[in-house]
């Protein structure tokens, strides 16, 4: 087989071989049916499969009761920025949102275009977006309380969600779902672009709790209710067939390969203490995020100058080691260790940051 690396990218990210090897082998002709899956009517007993697989394996991994629907979706984590407050603002309460930097800022700029009463209750921006608020203000009178989980551009993620119990959580977990085990009950929404830790782009997974579908106003576009896609079992319209297939592998791999998300979560803490370990015991790299606040997913740090970051991602990808470069808007540099990235890559890739550090140090 050809030579494949170790993949840092933030997203579209890594996906583990297995699944890569298994839609190969049935590419071009799923599971007897002569013909590739990509070819095959979202109407037909084949595809019902693949998408009820998806939707099970969904509710065992996270735990999510029969109170929650499982949709599949297009237009991003970012439509979704849009839609939660279009579809769950219950009249005029008001929005509270969490401000941890560009993606739930983004979240907030959404809720504002469409006129919401949106309130930013905490926010880090006063200290760079490099941390998690703690003391969140939570006012059991919001419509929801929204929250970002995992800071994929700052590398911060929230270690404890805040306490909610009337006020419906709502969370961006594009870059953290299927990582670790979480109580899903406070959450009236949960929505992620598959594209970072769930599967390919052109798929977003949205768990919606039943109570807030009752909160959807009838006036809405019809591809711009939730209830669109709750009574239809996604199938209003043409869903995006082979982006849940893949979505459908992940996790089956995740449930059957890895053991689920305890496991998981144990060979992510593992690997995450693994490189903070190492850029805690040294002083050429410099993590930016708090370490409180480190996100077990997207490990962002610094080299002594641009010139030395710039060298650095450009000779680990010439040594297998792809995807380093920090995203634009911060510079520096991010190691994205989703799921899919075995603890070996950590270790290669730390073996290698100790050499570049001898050698440039
Ligand atoms: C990547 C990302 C987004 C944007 O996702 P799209 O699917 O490209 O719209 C939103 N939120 C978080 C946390 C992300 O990591």
Redesign the pocket.
């Known amino acids: 087989m050809s030579h494949r690396i170790y993949n840092f990218n ?2 579209p990210a890594a996906l583990p071989l297995p699944v890569l090897e298994q839609a190969q082998g049935e590419l071009l002709n799923y599971r007897g049916s002569g013909m590739s899956i990509l070819e095959v009517s979202h109407r037909s007993a084949w595809f019902d499969e693949v998408l009820n697989d998806a939707v099970a394996r969904t509710k065992r991994l996270l735990g999510l009761d029969e109170r929650f629907r499982v949709l599949f979706m297009q ?5 979704q920025f849009c839609l939660a407050p279009m579809n769950l603002s219950a009249g005029d309460k008001p929005l509270d949102y969490v401000d941890t930097g560009t ?1 739930s800022t ?1 979240a907030i700029k959404e809720a504002r275009i469409q006129g919401k009463n949106v309130r930013v209750i905490a926010s880090s921006e006063d200290r760079n977006y490099t941390y998690i608020p703690t003391d969140i203000p939570v006012d059991e009178e919001a419509a929801f309380l929204h929250i ?1 989980s ?4 700052r590398g911060t993620q929230f270690r404890e969600f805040p306490k909610a119990e009337k006020v419906p959580l709502i969370s ?1 977990m ?2 953290d779902i299927f990582s670790r085990r979480f109580d899903p009950s406070p959450f009236g929404l949960i929505y992620a ?1 598959a ?2 830790n769930a599967g390919p ?1 052109g798929v ?1 997974l949205v768990i919606v709790r039943e109570d807030m579908l009752e909160r959807v106003p009838a006036e809405l576009p019809t591809m711009l209710k939730y209830t669109t896609y709750a009574e239809k079992n996604s199938l209003y319209n043409t869903p995006p067939a082979f982006a849940i297939y893949i979505t459908g592998l992940v996790l089956k791999w995740l449930e059957e390969e890895i053991g689920g998300l305890e496991r998981m979560e144990e060979i992510n803490r593992r690997k995450a203490e693994l490189l903070y370990g190492y850029l805690d015991a040294q002083d050429f790299y410099r993590g930016t995020a708090e370490p409180a606040s480190r996100s077990w997913m997207n490990v962002t740090f610094r080299l002594p100058s641009e010139e030395l970051e710039k060298a650095f991602i450009e000779e680990a990808q010439r040594n297998g080691l792809g995807g380093l470069k920090g995203h634009r808007s911060v510079g520096g540099c991010r190691a994205s260790i989703y799921n899919a990235m075995p603890l070996e890559g950590v270790e290669a890739l730390v073996n290698w940051m100790k050499d570049f550090a001898a050698k440039n140090g």
């Open positions: 933030p997203g237009g991003g984590a970012s439509l993606w983004k970002t995992n800071n994929t551009i961006d594009s870059s672009g594209q970072k782009a977003t």
